[in-house]
């Protein structure tokens, strides 16, 4: 059984997401352990209401992100991790945490990359008068948002959209895609090569499985 660790920095829905997959047996992995980098993340009661164990680190304690990192990392590796997920982590990774973990870390970004990298992508879809918005799941590289694209779900927005209404849309297209994903790692059909992801030995296009031709 794979192991997976999970890195959070909120209220972890996706979290969520990921614990009822496991207990589903949809994803076929064993959810070792989840670390925070703030210890009010109500993500944590999640892991711990599932008998997870739950860690936080506070980057107050550390002289830098590169010392932070290097701390994260020891202790994530004593959970042996074949697989490590970003679940709404809001913290820039350093290079050295980022090559640590090459090929076995992932990302869920809520736009449709690789539009809107970065923060407050709801508000820039309903500034820019978008008509269509979504996520992405991704390998993670040393570019923010910039690793290869696996899978992407696509939602419409609506004229008199709030961030509210978009933000519920795109959630319930993650909490389904990024369970989905995790499991195709685990299976061992999914890689990273030569900056491109591949599902099933077939190089996957740039907008990930089942782009748009």
């Given at each position: 059984?794979?192991?997976?660790?999970?890195?959070?920095?909120?209220?972890?829905?996706?979290?969520?997401?990921?614990?009822?997959?496991?207990?589903?047996?949809?994803?076929?992995?064993?959810?070792?352990?989840?670390?925070?980098?703030?210890?009010?993340?109500?993500?944590?009661?999640?892991?711990?209401?599932?008998?997870?164990?739950?860690?936080?680190?506070?980057?107050?304690?550390?002289?830098?992100?590169?010392?932070?990192?290097?701390?994260?990392?020891?202790?994530?590796?004593?959970?042996?991790?074949?697989?490590?997920?970003?679940?709404?982590?809001?913290?820039?990774?350093?290079?050295?945490?980022?090559?640590?973990?090459?090929?076995?870390?992932?990302?869920?970004?809520?736009?449709?990359?690789?539009?809107?990298?970065?923060?407050?992508?709801?508000?820039?879809?309903?500034?820019?008068?978008?008509?269509?918005?979504?996520?992405?799941?991704?390998?993670?590289?040393?570019?923010?948002?910039?690793?290869?694209?696996?899978?992407?779900?696509?939602?419409?927005?609506?004229?008199?959209?709030?961030?509210?209404?978009?933000?519920?849309?795109?959630?319930?297209?993650?909490?389904?895609?990024?369970?989905?994903?995790?499991?195709?790692?685990?299976?061992?059909?999914?890689?990273?090569?030569?900056?491109?992801?591949w599902l099933d030995d077939v190089q996957l296009p740039a907008q990930g499985y089942a782009a748009d031709e």
């Amino acid at each position: 059984m794979k192991n997976i660790v999970v890195l959070i920095s909120g209220n972890g829905s996706n979290l969520q997401a990921i614990i009822d997959a496991c207990e589903q047996k949809k994803i076929n992995g064993t959810l070792r352990a989840v670390f925070s980098n703030k210890a009010d993340a109500f993500g944590l009661e999640r892991a711990r209401e599932a008998d997870i164990p739950a860690h936080a680190l506070s980057a107050s304690q550390f002289s830098s992100r590169e010392a932070f990192d290097r701390e994260l990392m020891q202790e994530i590796d004593a959970y042996a991790p074949d697989l490590v997920v970003l679940a709404g982590y809001m913290r820039i990774l350093s290079p050295e945490f980022v090559a640590h973990y090459q090929g076995r870390l992932l990302n869920i970004h809520p736009s449709l990359l690789p539009k809107y990298p970065g923060l407050n992508t709801h508000r820039q879809v309903l500034d820019n008068g978008d008509e269509e918005h979504g996520t992405s799941v991704h390998f993670v590289t040393e570019q923010l948002d910039g690793g290869p694209v696996i899978l992407q779900a696509k939602v419409p927005v609506f004229a008199g959209d709030s961030e509210e209404d978009i933000t519920d849309r795109v959630q319930h297209q993650e909490h389904a895609i990024y369970p989905l994903v995790i499991s195709w790692f685990i299976e061992g059909r999914l890689d990273m090569r030569d900056g491109a992801a591949w599902l099933d030995d077939v190089q996957l296009p740039a907008q990930g499985y089942a782009a748009d031709e």
